[in-house]
C-alpha cells in the first residue's frame, strides 16, 4: 500500500511538471507508433544493379534511359487511416501523380469489393484536388467534398473549386507543401494522409538514375498475416463471414482447408451458403 502511494504521488507530480511546458505534455499523452520496415536496405543500390547493362559496352538497345541533369527527387510519406507512417517513396518531380498512386499498397484495394472499385482515387494537395481520370468509369470524389469543404472549413481551405486531372506533374505544382497535410483518397471514402518530407537534386552516386525505377519504395511496414483457424499451420487465404457452421465470425481458411469445409468433392459449395467469402492478405 505504501509503494502504490509513492507510484501515485510520483505520477502525479510528474504530470503536474509535464503542464508547465504544453509541448512535452501535449507529445507525453500521444501515442507514437514506429512499424519495423520490410523493404530492401538500399532501394536504390537495387534497382541500379537490377536496371544497368549486364555487360560492359552493351549497344543502344540495351541501353536504358538515364535521368536528366538536375532531376529533383521527392520524397513522400504515407500514412495509415490511424496516422501512422507505414509507406515512403522516393519519386522524380517529372513523373505525374498517377505514378505515385499505382505504387500504392492497400490491403482495401484487394479485399472485399476493392477490385471493383479501386479505379478511382483523388489527390488534395496545397487547397487543391486531382482526380484520377484514365479510366472513364472512374469517380471524381471532388465534386461532393466541394460543397462539404465550404461549408465546413470555410473559402480558404480551397484553392480551387474544380479538380485537376492526375496526369499533373510534380513540377508543374505552384509549390511543394512541404511538412503539411496532404490526403490521398480511394475505395469512397478511405482517407490516408501524405507528406513531402524531401527534396534533393538526384545523384547519380547515391540515387538510382533509371527513370524507370521510380516511385522507389524506401519504406514499408512488416504486415502480420493469420493462421488458419482449422489447421492452426497454414497461413490464412479466405476470410468467411456470417456462416452459420463456423464459430467464429469472421474465420480465416487457408485454401485446403476451406476447399474440404465449405466444398464437395465436384468443387461445389456445401449448403447452408449463408455467408461471404473473402480473400484476405493480412491484417491492417
Not at 540495351?62 to 527527387?73: C, I, S, T, W
Not at 484487394?110 to 484514365?134: C, E, H, N, Q
Not at 468433392?265 to 456445401?270: C, E, I, K, L, S
Request: net charge neutral.
Amino acid at each position: 500500500a505504501e509503494l502504490e502511494a509513492g507510484w501515485r504521488t510520483a505520477t502525479a507530480r510528474n504530470h503536474e511538471r509535464w503542464k508547465e511546458t504544453p509541448y512535452l505534455y501535449a507529445n507525453r499523452t500521444q501515442d507514437f507508433v514506429q512499424f519495423v520496415d520490410c523493404s530492401v536496405s538500399d532501394p536504390h543500390r537495387w534497382w541500379s544493379d537490377r536496371l544497368a547493362p549486364k555487360r560492359p559496352g552493351a549497344d543502344a538497345a540495351q541501353r536504358r534511359r538515364m535521368a536528366k541533369r538536375g532531376e529533383l527527387v521527392l520524397t513522400v510519406a504515407v500514412c495509415s487511416t490511424a496516422g501512422h507512417k507505414e509507406q515512403e517513396f522516393d519519386v522524380l518531380a517529372s513523373q505525374p501523380m498517377h505514378e505515385l498512386r499505382d505504387a500504392f499498397y492497400f490491403a482495401s484495394d484487394w479485399m472485399y469489393d476493392g477490385p471493383t472499385r479501386r479505379k478511382s482515387g483523388l489527390f488534395f494537395i496545397d487547397g487543391v484536388f486531382y482526380a484520377d481520370r484514365r479510366d472513364p468509369d472512374a469517380v471524381d470524389y471532388s465534386r461532393e467534398l466541394v460543397d462539404w469543404m465550404k461549408a465546413t472549413q470555410g473559402p480558404g481551405c480551397l484553392r480551387e473549386a474544380a479538380s485537376r486531372s492526375m496526369a499533373t506533374r510534380f513540377s508543374d505544382l505552384d509549390r511543394i507543401p512541404f511538412g503539411e497535410r496532404c490526403v490521398y483518397v480511394h475505395q469512397g471514402d478511405i482517407e490516408h494522409a501524405m507528406y513531402f518530407t524531401n527534396a534533393r537534386l538526384l545523384r547519380s552516386a547515391c540515387d538510382c538514375p533509371y527513370p524507370e525505377a521510380y516511385p522507389i519504395l524506401t519504406f514499408m511496414r512488416r504486415y502480420t498475416k493469420r493462421k488458419c483457424y482449422a489447421c492452426l499451420m497454414n497461413h490464412a487465404m479466405w476470410i468467411v463471414l456470417d456462416s452459420s457452421r463456423c464459430p467464429h465470425n469472421p474465420s480465416y481458411w487457408c485454401q485446403t482447408c476451406f476447399r474440404h469445409f465449405f466444398q464437395d468433392a465436384d468443387g461445389n459449395y456445401v449448403p447452408p451458403i449463408d455467408y461471404k467469402v473473402f480473400p484476405y492478405l493480412h491484417d491492417e
